[in-house]
């Protein structure tokens, strides 16, 4: 079963153009906005036929769509679309009863379990879902979510080929590479970290544990290989950690870090590591070194300074010579 991604790239694409109030689209720049939009998703040439266009808006017109007022606005002897209310997007679409009442259901059951040990995250999974609800009326509370985020079309799809134990192919592409290559992957296990979403799994060719991100991946399919079960907690893997790179063969070090005075307050109250430990304006963390550590501590810029380990210490000065030499 092959994953086609290209509509809701397509959607996105097609509501900011229909929206925008300063220029007019017609069928020929829509097709073009589309095909650069997937040729950028995909790293490869891709073209949307004028046919496919049309397709897509009398789907967004429909009401199994968004019901969007697309409207014909004619130009001489050429045709460009626009909304007919300014105002209108696919994004801000109010939430149906029917997901209005799925939200309730759910804030029910969080409301039974968030006291349970483990599960603090929850009050704030509950705040935004009051949140959402509460934005077919009031807007009263905002989130750092990106909308528009490559990738997320698959979590859930990723997520129910993880909870039915079944051996994923995916077509993949670094950020680090020009080439696509194609992974059998048993999927195990799901993980934010950024704004971005990384699929950790066992790869059935080079028999390790890999993890992807959502946003690189190309194509899915079911494969046909046998699932490959883990034994492995992944709340343990990502214990001694920051981000999602863990390096197996790696020690957990012991980081120190001196602090300016203005900062301390901030890193109290939101730890860096759950190993944090403070004396003075020094703060002391147990964890494998990683390039997410690296760039975490160089985000805080003048207001930290790695003691030790040396090794640590000489890569953050190397990383700010190369930034450096940009300007």
Request: aromatic share 12%; glycine share 4%.
């Amino acid at each position: 079963m092959a994953v086609n991604k290209n509509a809701q790239i397509r959607y996105k694409v097609l509501d900011k153009c229909f929206s925008n109030p300063y220029k007019n689209f017609y069928i020929d720049d829509l097709i073009n906005h589309c095909s650069i939009a997937l040729t950028e998703h995909y790293g490869k040439e891709a073209t949307v036929s004028r046919r496919q266009i049309f397709i897509d808006i009398d789907f967004m017109r429909s009401d199994a769509g968004f019901e969007a007022p697309i409207i014909p606005i004619k130009d001489g002897r050429r045709v460009f679309y626009k909304y007919e209310d300014a105002s209108f997007s696919i994004l801000k679409k109010p939430l149906t009863n029917d997901e209005l009442e799925s939200i309730d259901n759910t804030l029910e059951i969080i409301s039974r379990i968030k006291g349970i040990s483990g599960l603090s995250n929850l009050e704030s999974l509950e705040t935004k879902l009051l949140g959402t609800k509460d934005s077919n009326r009031n807007h009263i509370i905002s989130f750092e979510e990106n909308e528009f985020l490559v990738g997320i079309e698959n979590l859930t799809l990723v997520f129910n080929f993880i909870k039915n134990k079944q051996v994923i192919l995916i077509t993949y592409k670094s950020f680090k590479s020009n080439e696509v290559h194609e992974y059998v992957i048993s999927p195990y296990y799901l993980k934010q970290h950024n704004s971005r979403w990384f699929l950790f799994g066992w790869n059935h060719d080079f028999q390790n544990i890999q993890n992807l991100a959502l946003d690189r991946i190309i194509n899915l399919e079911i494969g046909n290989q046998s699932f490959i079960e883990t034994d492995i907690d992944f709340e343990e893997y990502f214990e001694d950690i920051i981000g999602v790179t863990n390096f197996e063969e790696n020690q957990v070090t012991e980081v120190s870090i001196e602090l300016s005075e203005n900062i301390i307050p901030y890193i109290i109250s939101k730890p860096i590591h759950g190993s944090q430990k403070m004396k003075g304006n020094i703060l002391t963390i147990h964890v494998k070194l990683n390039y997410e550590l690296e760039t975490l501590i160089l985000s805080y810029g003048e207001n930290m300074k790695v003691l030790e380990p040396i090794n640590l210490k000489n890569r953050l000065i190397e990383r700010l010579k190369s930034t450096l030499n940009q300007y």
